[in-house]
């Protein structure tokens, strides 16, 4: 039987095909010639016959015009899956990374186990730089198995990144789901050894078998999402975060297991958690001096810690480098635009709250003489009731109706456990499931007539119910239309599950025909939030004047990106930790955000109380902070508490009888001042850390020279960005696409592709959608990375440009494809670009990889399209710099070339290539020693991986395309080939 080498060509099932590394000898897995990884098959020689092939040569008669060379190129180099470059997984993966987000890869490859925390800023994309050294470790063999830890809020989110942005398929395990993955197990088997990659909620993991079936079936990479919920600060941490750290510390024990920890907040303010945190990292990160150079040195090793303004521009001169040519803009949102707006309660309402307060006072002053337990239930109790009536009448009516979580509790220390969570909006919360429902202020009755007077209360809160009785909800009314108006689309953020949906109700039908109104609450599982915001933006459509409205608790707060989708943050109700404010704002303020300002508009009262202190002392002192320092620094919980609890006690002990201006002027209220100036302080200091915590801690370990290096590699590689867009233009053009430049200059364009080829229509839809390919709706195609559903990106891993590139590429190789055909292997070209015939060759060349790994060696086989141009005939061929053969690419037509003269002039350069064999095998020497040495260098540091790499060349080198460039009779000005 006859054994075929990975790279070989082969050819079987009429069609030829490139041998794979995973190939044995009696089954051969085989990647069709010019096809994409979804079309890898295995063929089994015994029973099919499977021969050599050799790539064919050009044909002479089938010629293109002068772009034909370039599109060529072109889709050949965006169907790349396995490009030359120390990065294995880059030419395979659906995203195209910022430069930035190299950043953290470059870290992972000098480490033999990789070990970070990466703490960029919000909506710079973690996430991405997270999936990018996983799809790395995996496609090197560095790590065979993942598993994301989560949480069940986030998990589908995590499990729709992976596989359709990095092509990892990962099983989700959740509460929800294990019962039906274990009934699929053998007998003994672990569902952690079944499925290779996994995504397990923490929800999961809270059950000891569980976690220890986990730990005892590690992976051997494991990411950790939202990592500042899973270390322990001190003794007071929640009992999940102690569960979740003690967890963790098994897993980080295993000196041998990758762990990427993953969170925009490291330390909350609590210096004990952070270096909690940087243990996982590393155990001597927990103890070291990271004020002495050697610290810091330390620490720079595994950990990234990035704010907006540190890459919003990127690899310019700034950063150190010769020029701009590779410089980078990130369009994030420049700014937030706050504005605070105020109502005040309807007489009844106000009547309502006075009472509510009378009723929650008389039950806390009953509550203090009857011991500690009793006194924190009736505390909460109290919360719970003046929080849900500042809300909205149906989560007050809710509240009063429903027995207070704290009325089970035994001891007065569970009252708080039980109490807090559904009250108050601490930052280390570890979870924000199930935090949205409204909280029971009835703590068992201390009157006889306690129940009565709830139910009558509860009452008088239903009939408040709408504009004319809930002034709050009548503000809301009227800046929601000043949004819309300027053509916003706003997310409207609540604390109650009732009082969201109270919301959605009133708007149904109050902003406009035009305008989709939908709630989103923790009442629905994660799957279901997602398909509501989607049939939301489906519902809205197309049409420019439609606007679309999400009402949403709290459960949409963290992780879930909504930036496609809405633009404009409505804080309906104020959170009691602005750190929350600012995890509702960045749902839409993130990287892939269309517009340069996002809307923020805070709703508040100037009557009831509470609002007004909680805008000056906390969300307004936030805003300040993160405006001076650029990132969020997280209020200190304790005294933060100190404030609310203060504002309460007041409100509770003095009664209602006094108006609200004199109030703030009361000798007892003063004490309030004193725990926001002692608070101020607290949280100045913090801020202060911060800032110097940033400078100290600034990523210097990969200078922007290293990734400039590695970027230029890559684009040389794959493609750059104007060459995608020029392909993309030029090729639906070329096959009868009708396209539209957008208003801007912005280089967007819209394309209807509803007359292109059948089989280009068949590619496109599955990405497109059916109705956008045969209904002629135009689809847009965007020079960012970051689309909406039904768009396209102007990158090469967009599934729409990768489909047209593999259209033109099979279009031009089969000469027998019907209707246009963009791309052709040869053609002659007269223009004055040239002074004497040229030649430009479109050569591939494959690369055998040999790359060691602590798991084993792995074979790999990497491609690479390269253009060389010669002047004269081949046999005395003069060969031009590789400059100079780029040029190439551009020059034009200046005269016509009649057909016969054109293909007698190819056949005579076809017949005479072998004589520039040598060359081309030399040049391919040349690209092999350069690619081993790119991995070199990024795996600097890992001495033992790095001495067993070798890189070889496969021979022959596959001549795509031949191009002949002739004088035209008047050269064009500045033709210097």
């Known amino acids: 039987m006859t054994t075929f080498s990975a790279g070989t060509l082969v050819s079987a099932r009429g069609r030829d095909w490139v041998v794979l590394p995973e190939s044995a000898p009696d089954m051969l897995v085989l990647r069709p010639l010019g096809g994409a990884d979804d079309d890898i098959a295995a063929v089994f020689p ?6 050599s092939a050799e790539f064919a040569p050009p044909t002479p008669s089938d010629l293109g015009d002068a772009y034909a060379a370039s599109l060529l190129r072109s889709a050949l180099r965006i169907g790349f899956r396995s490009g030359a470059g120390p990065f294995r997984s880059l030419a ?7 430069a930035y987000q190299l950043v953290p890869l470059l870290m992972a490859l000098r480490q033999k186990t990789v070990r970070l925390l990466i703490s960029d800023d919000v909506g710079i994309g973690k996430t991405v730089e997270a999936g990018l050294i996983a799809s790395e470790l995996l496609a090197q063999g560095s790590a065979s198995k993942l598993a994301v830890l989560c949480s069940p809020a986030l998990a589908e989110q995590w499990q729709a990144e992976l596989r359709t942005k990095f092509g990892i398929d990962a099983e989700l395990v959740l509460a929800s789901t294990v019962s039906k993955l274990e009934r699929g197990l053998d007998l003994g088997q672990s569902l952690f050894d079944k499925h290779p990659h996994v995504i397990v909620s923490m929800d999961f993991i809270k059950s000891t ?4 079936d986990f730990v005892r079936h590690c992976p051997d990479l494991v990411i950790v999402d939202e990592a500042h919920t899973c270390v322990a600060a001190d003794d007071n941490t929640s009992s999940q975060n102690q569960l979740r750290f003690e967890l963790l510390q098994r897993v980080a024990a295993d000196t041998e297991r990758h762990l990427l920890l993953v969170t925009a907040t490291p330390h909350s303010g609590k210096e004990s958690a952070f270096r909690n945190l940087l243990g996982l990292v590393r155990p001597e990160l927990a103890t070291v001096d990271l004020g002495s150079e050697a610290g810091r040195r330390m620490l720079a090793q595994h950990f990234v810690h990035r704010k907006r303004a540190d890459v919003r521009q990127y690899l310019t001169r700034e950063d150190g480098l010769a020029d701009d040519s590779l410089a980078e803009e990130t369009a994030f949102p420049s700014d937030r635009h706050f504005k605070d707006e105020t109502y005040k309660l309807s007489p009844a309402y106000r009547a309502l709250l006075n009472d509510a307060i009378a009723y929650a006072s008389e039950r806390v002053s009953a509550a203090d003489s009857r011991g500690r337990r009793e006194a924190r239930i009736a505390w909460w109790s109290a919360i719970a009731l003046l929080r849900s009536l500042v809300s909205s009448p149906r989560a007050a009516a809710q509240t009063l109706r429903t027995r207070s979580a704290t009325a089970t509790a035994v001891t007065a220390e569970e009252a708080d456990r039980l109490g807090a969570p559904l009250t108050s909006d601490f930052s280390d919360t570890d979870a924000l499931e199930g935090l949205d429902v409204a909280p029971g202020a009835e703590a068992g009755s201390v009157e006889v007539d306690a129940g009565a007077r709830l139910a009558e209360l509860a009452d008088r809160a239903a009939e408040l119910e709408g504009p004319a009785g809930d002034m709050k909800l009548a503000a809301l009314i009227k800046h929601l239309k000043g949004l819309l108006k300027e053509g916003y689309h706003p997310i409207v953020f609540c604390r109650y599950i009732p009082t969201a949906e109270y919301v959605a109700e009133h708007l ?9 109104v939908r709630a989103v609450t923790g009442a629905l599982s994660p799957q279901q939030r997602l398909q509501r915001i989607e049939e939301l933006a489906e519902a809205a459509g197309d049409d420019p004047a439609a606007r679309r409205v999400l009402i949403a608790t709290d459960c949409l707060s963290e992780g879930v990106n909504l930036q496609h989708h809405f633009d404009a943050v409505v804080h309906y109700d104020l959170a009691w930790n602005p750190t929350r404010h600012d995890q509702r704002e960045g749902r839409v303020d993130r990287y892939g955000q269309k517009r340069d300002v996002v809307r923020v508009i805070t709703l508040w009262g100037s009557d009831n109380g509470i609002d007004g202190k909680v805008l000056d002392v906390l969300i307004k002192k936030h805003r300040q902070i993160r405006k001076d320092l650029g990132v969020s620094v997280s209020v200190p919980d304790a005294a933060s508490q100190g404030v609310t609890d203060a504002i309460v006690e007041w409100l509770l002990l003095r009664g209602q009888e006094q108006e609200q201006g004199s109030l703030f002027d009361a000798e007892e209220y003063r004490a309030i001042d004193k725990k926001a100036a002692a608070l101020a302080t607290e949280w100045q ?15 210097q370990t990969i200078r922007p020279d290293e990734v400039a290096r590695e970027v230029a590699a890559i684009r040389d590689t794959l493609g750059r960005a104007a060459e995608i867009r020029d392909f993309a233009r030029q090729s639906l053009r070329a096959l009868d696409g009708v396209l539209r430049d957008e208003a801007g200059g912005s280089g967007d364009f819209t394309a209807d592709v509803s007359g292109t080829p059948a089989g280009l229509r068949d590619a496109l839809a599955p990405m497109l959608g059916g109705d956008a390919v045969e209904a002629g709706r135009l689809v847009p195609f965007r020079a960012t990375a970051a689309v909406a559903r039904g768009e396209a990106a102007l990158v090469r891993t967009d599934p729409a440009v990768a489909a047209l590139a593999g259209y033109v590429l099979n279009a031009a190789l089969d000469g027998q494809v019907s209707g246009p055909r963009p791309a052709r292997r040869c053609g002659v070209i007269r223009t004055g670009a040239v002074t004497g015939r040229t030649t430009l060759l479109l050569v591939r060349y494959r690369f055998h990889l040999t790359l060691p790994s602590r798991t084993g060696t792995r074979q790999l086989v990497a491609e690479d399209a390269r253009l ?7 046999a005395n061929a003069t060969w031009l710099p590789t400059e100079d053969a780029l040029k190439l690419l551009d020059a034009t037509a200046d005269e016509n070339t009649d057909p016969d003269f054109g293909e007698r002039t190819m056949s005579r350069i076809l017949d005479g290539l072998s004589e520039v064999t040598d060359h081309l095998e030399a040049y391919g020497e040349e690209l092999a ?7 070199r260098r990024v795996r600097s540091a890992a001495g033992e991986i790095v001495r067993g790499l070798t890189v070889t060349a496969q021979k022959p080198a596959d001549i ?3 191009y002949v460039y002739l004088p035209a009779s008047t050269p064009a000005a500045g033709g210097n080939a």
């Open 508 to 516: 149904e039908g109050a902003l406009g025909k035009k305008t989709v």
């Open 92 to 98: 395979g993966i659906a995203v195209e990374p910022r």
């Open 685 to 699: 200091s913090a801020a202060e850390k911060e800032k110097t915590s940033r400078s100290r801690f600034a990523q």
């Open 868 to 874: 060389l141009a010669f002047a004269g005939a081949p």
């Open 46 to 51: 015994a029973f099919e016959q499977v021969t």
């Open 960 to 962: 795509l395309g031949a």
């Open 929 to 935: 020693a350069e690619l081993l040495a790119s991995h």
């Open 209 to 212: 078998r569980h976690r220890d």
